[in-house]
C-alpha cells in the first residue's frame, strides 16, 4: 500500500470513540488506565473479540467516509493507548499493582509493577493490524506506547534505573513494531507525552530509546506528544509551549506529531523541527462544537506560514476516545474538507 501522493495529507492522532454498547464510558471517561480495566468492557470474554471487530469496522468506515487518507483500527481493542501493549509484557505484573501519585499531586494513579527482565510473551497488536490491514484500502498506520512513556508509567522494582527500564521497553516496542511492519503497516506512531511531563529525564535518555524503539523499521515512523486528552486535562492547564521538542530532531523518526489547536500553540517552534515533516494539530478536542471547515482551513494556513506543504500531515490535536461520536466524525469531515481546500490554494 502506498501513502496518499498528494500533499497535506489527512490522518488520526490514533484513537477513535468506542461505541457505548462495548464500552462504559462513563467508566472510561474517568482516567487514562495504566493497569487493566477488564470491567470496562460491556461483553462477556467469549464475545469481546468478535465485537471488537465489529466496533472496529465501524470506525475504519467512518474515518473512510470523513474522507481520512491515512486511517487507524480507531484503537478499538485497547483500554488507553498504552496499557494493552505494557501489561502484555513479560516482566510486568499489572495484577499487584504499586500506587504512585500522579504529576498534578492530587490523584493516587495504579500502575504496573516491573517485577523482571521487560521481554515480549510475542505480538500483542498484530492480530489489530492484520484486521485493519484486510478491511480498508487506504494507507495504514498503526501506534505502540513509547519507551519513555511506558517507563514513567510503571514502578520500577527491578532494573537499576529508569533509563534501563526505558531501554528494554525500547526493545519490546522495536521487536512489535518490526512484526506490524510485515503484517502491513505503512506509517507506524510512537505516543509519547511524557516527554513532555518530564523534560528533564527526557533529555537524558528519551532521544535514545525512541531511536532504539525505531532501529530497523523502513516505513515512515512518527513521535506523537501531547499535553494530554481534552477530557483529562481542561484547556485553560495547559501550556502555550512545549518543554521537549527541538531535541526530537535528533530522532529518527521520519515526522513528530503535536498537539496545536487547543494550546494555541506559536508554531514558530517548529522551526527547530526543520528535518522532519510535522503532524499539525488542527482540531481542538476540548471544544464540543464542530469547527467549521473554514476554521479548520486556517489552522492548516497557519502551519503553512512555518512548514513546508511537502512536510505538513493534517491530524486532530489527540486520540478522540474520549469523544461523541458523532462530534468526532464532524470534526474529521470538516477537517478533510479543509485541507481539500487548502490543497487546491496551493496547487
Excluded at 506523537?224 to 483529562?232: E, I, K, R, S
Excluded at 489547536?261 to 522551526?271: E, F, M
Amino acid at each position: 500500500m502506498n501513502l496518499p501522493k498528494h500533499l497535506l495529507p489527512t490522518t488520526v492522532v490514533g484513537s477513535y470513540p468506542q461505541p457505548e454498547w462495548l464500552v462504559d464510558r462513563a467508566m472510561l471517561s474517568k482516567s487514562v488506565p495504566r493497569t487493566r480495566m477488564h470491567a470496562m468492557w460491556r461483553l462477556p470474554a467469549e464475545h469481546l473479540e468478535e465485537a471488537q471487530d465489529d466496533a472496529t469496522i465501524v470506525a475504519i468506515r467512518d474515518m473512510e467516509r470523513a474522507g481520512i487518507d491515512i486511517v487507524t483500527d480507531g484503537e478499538i481493542r485497547r483500554e488507553s493507548y498504552s496499557n494493552r501493549f505494557s501489561t502484555a509484557l513479560e516482566g510486568v505484573d499489572a495484577d499487584n499493582p504499586a500506587v504512585i501519585t500522579a504529576r498534578t499531586g492530587n490523584t493516587q494513579t495504579p500502575v504496573p509493577r516491573v517485577v523482571g527482565p521487560v521481554k515480549r510473551r510475542g505480538p500483542v497488536e498484530l492480530h489489530d493490524m492484520q484486521f485493519l490491514r484486510k478491511n480498508t484500502d487506504r494507507a495504514a498506520k498503526i501506534t505502540l506506547p513509547g519507551p519513555f512513556t511506558m517507563s514513567q508509567q510503571a514502578k520500577n522494582e527491578f532494573y537499576k534505573d529508569d533509563e534501563e527500564l526505558a531501554m528494554a521497553f525500547a526493545d519490546a516496542v522495536n521487536a512489535e513494531a518490526r512484526d506490524l511492519e510485515k503484517a502491513g503497516a505503512d506509517v507506524i506512531q510512537l505516543d509519547e507525552p511524557w516527554v513532555r511531563n518530564n523534560p528533564e529525564l527526557a533529555k537524558r535518555y528519551a532521544v535514545k530509546a525512541i531511536n532504539r524503539a525505531l532501529q530497523g523499521i523502513t516505513i515512515p515512523t512518527v513521535v506523537h506528544l501531547c499535553f494530554g486528552y481534552a477530557a483529562v486535562v481542561p484547556g485553560s492547564t495547559k501550556p502555550a509551549g512545549y518543554s521537549f521538542l527541538a531535541e526530537l530532531d535528533d530522532t529518527i523518526a521520519d515526522q513528530i506529531s503535536i498537539e496545536a489547536a487547543q494550546p494555541k500553540l506559536d508554531l514558530g517552534v517548529l522551526r527547530d523541527l526543520s528535518s522532519k515533516k510535522i503532524m499539525l494539530g488542527v482540531l481542538d478536542l476540548g471544544n464540543p462544537e464542530i469547527e467549521s471547515a473554514t476554521v479548520v482551513a486556517d489552522r492548516i494556513r497557519n502551519g503553512l506560514k512555518h512548514v513546508p506543504a511537502e512536510r505538513l500531515v493534517v491530524a486532530p490535536d489527540c486520540g478522540m476516545k474520549y469523544m461523541p461520536r458523532q462530534i468526532a466524525f464532524g470534526k474529521l469531515k470538516a477537517m478533510c474538507d479543509a485541507a481539500a481546500v487548502v490543497r487546491t490554494e496551493i496547487g
